[in-house]
């Protein structure tokens, strides 16, 4: 089922025509014809792809982490602000609800507007007009930004709540990510008191995996058939994609492209929203690296999903993130240079590597070296051994190398870009709200 995802080599100048295949990967696939990202046809289908903690700069030093441009970059089309109802800095959990539903709601709350009113999200408004639905995630399937699109709970922190609802009440036809242990009851070692949510899931038709290797197995689900899919690879949140390959997890475009795969057999379409949860958690650690490899895992699942944009003629595809992690900055506080690029060699988060020195710290230079190929000097090994927290010190001493620089250990303020590629793509140009995303992708649907 699942197939090498190669990155499609993008012209500068294909930002208002769309984007085009070269012609031998043309050939290959038989694209014909070419779909125009701006053209006025109807929507059938919407796949909603969130970056958490990604911002404008992020995409900066992603492109200069790469070496090119990413798939996305042809296909800017605005900026919008984040802000809750109750804060300037949002939380995933209001500016989920904002992205899903168009309303402001206060930090911490899903689905649910300040008044304690429950709200339609875009998903929902989706399956009322026939169509199918997705989830997909490298957090817990049960984390804020998924939840916002499906569930409705007073805090983000009763993901047992929002498993239980996914289940019993919502009817999103496909599940993806991690987070095993909030469908299980105690018992068996989950979170849920009595629940046994993986049970009643298969009861109600769904088909189950809780790997890579078993998903591949169950092959083609056709939700046109009534089929369904849970697919739960990790007790808790995925791992991060320096550590995948070392686990039986599939990747976030393998589990993109079979959610595609399964939801594109509904002929009245479908709506799947796919988030890439822990470039903002690499952006609360100002792991550098951490968040350039797990963008990189981002742009692969971008990547099937303009692919399959491209053949189907019917599908907008937006980029968004929810919101900015970190302040990142293009050049730091010691550097003006610009030099992401390092970081490709790098193998392990700074976390992994704080685990693996000893006591006294006297082997910082080797572990570095070894998960980095960074030699650090005299003054940067004293740094880290001398750092009451040697996770945050080598994260900083790396960013420093890379030319990047962080404001702070959390969400910040900053307007984050749009991206979009499809039929009526060109109404996401321009500065918006958080809050005007669903409203225009029901517009493009035709969605009450």
Request: aromatic share 8%.
């Given at each position: 089922?699942?197939?090498?995802?190669?990155?499609?080599?993008?012209?500068?100048?294909?930002?208002?025509?769309?984007?085009?295949?070269?012609?031998?990967?043309?050939?290959?696939?038989?694209?014909?014809?070419?779909?125009?990202?701006?053209?006025?046809?109807?929507?059938?289908?919407?796949?909603?792809?969130?970056?958490?903690?990604?911002?404008?700069?992020?995409?900066?030093?992603?492109?200069?982490?790469?070496?090119?441009?990413?798939?996305?970059?042809?296909?800017?089309?605005?900026?919008?602000?984040?802000?809750?109802?109750?804060?300037?800095?949002?939380?995933?959990?209001?500016?989920?609800?904002?992205?899903?539903?168009?309303?402001?709601?206060?930090?911490?709350?899903?689905?649910?507007?300040?008044?304690?009113?429950?709200?339609?999200?875009?998903?929902?408004?989706?399956?009322?007009?026939?169509?199918?639905?997705?989830?997909?995630?490298?957090?817990?399937?049960?984390?804020?930004?998924?939840?916002?699109?499906?569930?409705?709970?007073?805090?983000?922190?009763?993901?047992?709540?929002?498993?239980?609802?996914?289940?019993?009440?919502?009817?999103?036809?496909?599940?993806?990510?991690?987070?095993?242990?909030?469908?299980?009851?105690?018992?068996?070692?989950?979170?849920?008191?009595?629940?046994?949510?993986?049970?009643?899931?298969?009861?109600?038709?769904?088909?189950?995996?809780?790997?890579?290797?078993?998903?591949?197995?169950?092959?083609?689900?056709?939700?046109?058939?009534?089929?369904?899919?849970?697919?739960?690879?990790?007790?808790?949140?995925?791992?991060?994609?320096?550590?995948?390959?070392?686990?039986?997890?599939?990747?976030?475009?393998?589990?993109?492209?079979?959610?595609?795969?399964?939801?594109?057999?509904?002929?009245?379409?479908?709506?799947?929203?796919?988030?890439?949860?822990?470039?903002?958690?690499?952006?609360?650690?100002?792991?550098?690296?951490?968040?350039?490899?797990?963008?990189?895992?981002?742009?692969?699942?971008?990547?099937?999903?303009?692919?399959?944009?491209?053949?189907?003629?019917?599908?907008?595809?937006?980029?968004?993130?929810?919101?900015?992690?970190?302040?990142?900055?293009?050049?730091?506080?010691?550097?003006?240079?610009?030099?992401?690029?390092?970081?490709?060699?790098?193998?392990?988060?700074?976390?992994?590597?704080?685990?693996?020195?000893?006591?006294?710290?006297?082997?910082?230079?080797?572990?570095?070296?070894?998960?980095?190929?960074?030699?650090?000097?005299?003054?940067?090994?004293?740094?880290?051994?001398?750092?009451?927290?040697?996770?945050?010190?080598?994260?900083?001493?790396?960013?420093?190398?890379?030319?990047?620089?962080?404001?702070?250990?959390?969400?910040?303020?900053?307007?984050?870009?749009?991206?979009?590629?499809?039929p009526q793509s060109d109404k996401f140009v321009g500065f918006h709200d958080n809050t005007d995303l669903p409203k225009i992708i029901a517009d493009a649907m035709k969605l009450k």
């Amino acid at each position: 089922m699942f197939k090498k995802v190669g990155l499609i080599a993008l012209s500068t100048g294909l930002v208002l025509s769309g984007v085009g295949l070269s012609n031998a990967d043309a050939a290959k696939k038989d694209v014909t014809p070419k779909v125009k990202q701006n053209w006025n046809g109807p929507v059938e289908n919407v796949i909603y792809m969130i970056p958490d903690g990604f911002g404008a700069n992020h995409a900066a030093n992603y492109r200069i982490f790469k070496g090119e441009e990413a798939v996305w970059d042809s296909h800017i089309k605005g900026m919008y602000t984040t802000y809750s109802a109750n804060a300037d800095i949002t939380d995933s959990a209001a500016a989920g609800t904002a992205m899903a539903a168009g309303v402001k709601t206060n930090n911490g709350v899903i689905g649910f507007d300040t008044a304690g009113n429950e709200v339609k999200t875009i998903l929902e408004a989706s399956e009322e007009a026939g169509k199918s639905s997705g989830l997909v995630a490298t957090s817990t399937i049960t984390h804020a930004t998924p939840a916002s699109f499906a569930s409705h709970v007073e805090h983000r922190s009763n993901e047992t709540e929002i498993a239980r609802q996914y289940i019993q009440e919502s009817g999103v036809d496909v599940i993806l990510g991690g987070g095993k242990n909030y469908f299980l009851p105690s018992s068996e070692g989950g979170k849920q008191t009595e629940l046994n949510l993986i049970d009643e899931a298969q009861e109600k038709g769904f088909e189950f995996a809780e790997t890579r290797a078993q998903l591949e197995e169950i092959g083609n689900v056709n939700v046109e058939k009534g089929e369904k899919l849970l697919g739960l690879f990790a007790d808790d949140a995925l791992a991060p994609e320096f550590d995948r390959v070392e686990t039986e997890e599939p990747s976030l475009a393998e589990m993109t492209e079979t959610a595609i795969d399964a939801l594109s057999q509904d002929k009245d379409g479908f709506f799947l929203m796919v988030e890439g949860s822990q470039i903002d958690w690499a952006g609360e650690e100002n792991d550098a690296a951490y968040a350039m490899h797990d963008t990189k895992a981002f742009e692969e699942a971008v990547q099937e999903a303009i692919e399959f944009a491209q053949q189907d003629g019917k599908t907008l595809v937006i980029i968004a993130g929810d919101h900015e992690t970190g302040g990142m900055s293009v050049g730091s506080a010691t550097s003006s240079n610009a030099a992401a690029e390092i970081l490709k060699n790098v193998t392990a988060t700074g976390g992994f590597m704080a685990e693996q020195l000893n006591e006294d710290r006297l082997n910082v230079k080797e572990v570095v070296q070894q998960y980095t190929g960074i030699d650090l000097t005299v003054d940067e090994v004293k740094t880290i051994q001398q750092a009451e927290n040697a996770k945050l010190a080598i994260n900083k001493v790396l960013s420093e190398r890379a030319g990047i620089g962080w404001t702070r250990y959390g969400h910040s303020a900053a307007p984050v870009p749009v991206f979009a590629f499809g039929p009526q793509s060109d109404k996401f140009v321009g500065f918006h709200d958080n809050t005007d995303l669903p409203k225009i992708i029901a517009d493009a649907m035709k969605l009450k």
